[in-house]
């Protein structure tokens, strides 16, 4: 595994399983921008953190797997599945208590060492 795909895995298991924000700061660039943010959130990297509380507020038992990752020169793609009970309202939606279960599919530019 390449150092970069060893970076970039860290975004799922520690990021967004365990809310460790701090390595946000230090995997994302400062001018990093995000192409598919939530509705009213900063497409920045602060605006990725907000995203990642939603999702741990209205999932507590969060849960992402890396199905998928493949580097092709500076970029990377992930296929994930995430899963979690939603206990929390999420983007105006109240609370159901029921597991959900999706996939994504994220694809990022490495650039000097960080997502960009």
Not at 67 to 94: N, Y
């Amino acid at each position: 595994m390449t150092t970069n795909l060893k970076m970039i895995e860290r975004i799922p298991l520690e990021v967004l399983n365990k809310g460790d924000l701090g390595l946000v700061d230090e995997i994302y660039a400062t001018d990093y921008v995000e192409r598919t943010g939530l509705p009213g959130v900063p497409t920045t990297r602060e605006g990725f953190k907000q995203t990642v509380k939603a999702l741990r507020t209205a999932f507590p038992d969060l849960h992402y797997t890396i199905d998928d990752a493949i580097e092709s020169g500076d970029r990377i793609v992930h296929r994930l599945t995430a899963s979690g009970t939603m206990k929390g309202e999420f983007q105006g939606m109240p609370a159901t208590g029921k597991r959900a279960t999706w996939t994504e599919i994220h694809i990022g530019r490495i650039a000097n060492g960080r997502l960009v």
